[in-house]
């Protein structure tokens, strides 16, 4: 019940709100539309947060950890012990995120939901639904059940952040292996031949990148995932974290909460996110596009646009703690700016001006 209420409130853009802060936005001392994409940011959270004038304060970044079967298969250039390895580095800041989440001002709220080993390291949120999936090569990832209660993990977890007061949330994913998967549910959700999605994750070289477009192909192939089933495409070719993933996602749109997407494997998650929802794409914010092939097919797909281009490829949530000042540049414009009659400054001619 918990995913089929969720779903079920997540609503549409508010467009009062929206007008309204883009008439403030035009009101502003600066040439209509001169602040480019931050002005459309600006208006699309006014639409999310019903507020005109949106405000930014609190924010979190949601890790979701998570092992997979499919490494079996050597279409990784990582050892899978790496993701939990990682985790203390995650809550010591020394790793990319811990560094990059600091100067974005973001909490970080690290979930194991799927790794192989016990992770009982301090401070991280022990929600491990099964250690680990299931190769996809060979059959499917998990069950529809371990699945949903993956989704629930991650609709619970944001939930709570929600209720400590976060107003920004932004995805993270660490996870050996899981490019591949990530690439499976872009072909099947996305209608794409595998090797236009299917990349070198942590650097895999050319034979391996041949492997794992057959693994891939092989995926499809054996667990024949239905792309009107978001569920179905989650449980045969996904991951435990790209489930809890895709219930952050959910979960922050319908309390009209703003999610930033991070690069690959949570855009993975947002597609899912998409397929069972579509209007949860309403609240969904492209943070950067990551070095990864197929990212950019994926974004199209859905209708977003990165803010940033900086190729990178770490996930963790790098991309999206660097895109949350950003985000808050867009708020701090449309409430801290003067308009033209506030600061006493002669308005344009509006006769002169291209509308
Ligand atoms: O976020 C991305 O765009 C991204 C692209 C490639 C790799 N990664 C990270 O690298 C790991 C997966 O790579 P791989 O080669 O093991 O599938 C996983 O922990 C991801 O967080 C992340
Ligand atoms: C070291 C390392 C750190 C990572 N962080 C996310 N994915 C990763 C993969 C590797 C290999």
């Known amino acids: 019940m918990l995913?089929?209420?969720?779903?079920?409130?997540?609503?549409?853009?508010?467009?009062?709100?929206?007008?309204?802060?883009?008439?403030?936005?035009?009101?502003?001392?600066?040439?209509?539309g001169s602040l480019g994409r931050l002005e459309e940011l600006a208006v699309r959270l006014a639409g999310m947060t019903g507020n005109p004038r949106p405000v930014i304060n609190d924010r979190v970044i949601i890790i979701m950890a998570g092992d997979h079967g499919v490494v079996a298969e050597g279409v990784s250039a990582a050892p899978q012990?790496?993701?939990?390895?990682?985790?203390?580095?995650?809550?010591q800041g020394v790793a990319g995120i811990g560094v990059l989440g600091k100067l974005a001002g973001t909490r970080l709220v690290v979930v194991d939901v799927g790794v192989a080993v016990p992770v009982d390291y301090p401070g991280v949120l022990q929600r491990k639904v099964r250690a680990?999936?299931?190769?996809?090569?060979?059959?499917?990832?998990?069950?529809?059940?371990?699945?949903?209660?993956?989704?629930?993990?991650?609709?619970?977890?944001?939930?709570?952040?929600?209720?400590?007061?976060?107003?920004?949330?932004?995805?993270?994913?660490?996870?050996?292996?899981?490019?591949?998967?990530?690439?499976?549910?872009?072909?099947?959700?996305?209608?794409?031949?595998?090797?236009e999605v299917t990349g070198r994750g942590t650097l895999v070289n050319d034979e391996v990148l041949r492997r794992k477009v057959a693994v891939v192909t092989r995926a499809l192939e054996v667990n024949r995932p239905d792309p009107a089933d978001g569920l179905d495409v989650l449980a045969k070719v996904g991951g435990l974290e790209i489930a809890g993933l895709t219930g952050v996602i959910l979960g922050?749109?319908?309390r009209r909460v703003p999610v930033v997407i991070d690069g690959f494997i949570t855009t993975a998650a947002?597609?899912?996110?998409?397929?069972?929802?579509?209007?949860?794409?309403?609240?969904?914010?492209a943070s950067h596009l990551s070095g990864e092939q197929g990212h950019r097919l994926m974004l199209e797909h859905l209708g977003l646009v990165?803010?940033?281009?900086?190729?990178?490829?770490?996930?963790?949530?790098?991309?999206?703690?660097?895109?949350?000042?950003?985000?808050e540049a867009a708020c701090r414009v449309i409430n801290e700016m003067a308009s033209f009659s506030e600061a006493g400054i002669a308005d344009l001619e509006t006769d002169k001006l291209l509308r």
Do not use: W, Y
């Open 3 to 32: 995913l089929e209420n969720t779903i079920g409130a997540i609503g549409e853009l508010f467009p009062e709100p929206m007008a309204a802060a883009q008439s403030r936005l035009d009101s502003l001392i600066k040439p209509p």
């Open 81 to 91: 012990e790496i993701t939990h390895q990682q985790i203390p580095a995650f809550l």
């Open 132 to 195: 680990g999936t299931g190769n996809i090569a060979r059959g499917p990832a998990m069950t529809r059940e371990e699945a949903l209660q993956a989704v629930e993990v991650g609709i619970q977890v944001v939930r709570g952040e929600i209720d400590r007061g976060a107003t920004l949330v932004g995805l993270g994913d660490m996870g050996i292996g899981n490019t591949t998967p990530s690439s499976a549910i872009a072909a099947a959700l996305g209608g794409f031949a595998p090797e």
């Open 252 to 254: 922050a749109a319908a």
């Open 270 to 285: 947002a597609m899912v996110a998409a397929a069972l929802q579509p209007r949860s794409r309403n609240f969904m914010i």
């Open 306 to 327: 990165p803010m940033l281009h900086l190729n990178m490829r770490l996930g963790e949530g790098t991309g999206a703690a660097l895109a949350m000042p950003l985000v």
